[in-house]
């Protein structure tokens, strides 16, 4: 599941679904509840990420520097990357989701 933070990735972890969440000015570390299910996709070479939860940030979740460059440079090609090396392990449980899924219906 490939999401942003936002109410369907939350309910994504409450279900314990293998989710790669964008992130930019955001901090995971305030929004993840459980890293062993959620794998981070962000710049990390951007010093302004997590800006929402910086000191005398603006209360409306809106990028500091007027670019919005940690969430535009997220590229397809960038989340492609990242994800294509864990896909396989998550493929293992598919089984596991499957089962849950059918207890949950």
Do not use: W
Not at 35 to 44: H, P
């Amino acid at each position: 599941f490939i999401v942003i933070d936002s109410l369907p990735f939350h309910a994504a972890q409450g279900f314990q679904i293998p989710t790669f969440a964008l992130f930019g000015a955001t901090e995971p570390f305030a929004r993840v509840i459980d890293f062993k299910t959620t794998t981070v996709i962000r710049r990390e070479e951007l010093a302004c990420l997590g800006c929402y939860h910086k000191p005398g940030a603006t209360p409306i979740n809106r990028c500091q520097n007027e670019t919005e460059g940690c969430m535009k440079g997220l590229t397809a090609e960038r989340v492609f990357a990242r994800i294509s090396g864990e896909i396989n392990p998550l493929h293992s449980n598919m089984e596991y989701l499957q089962g849950r899924i059918r207890n949950a219906v």
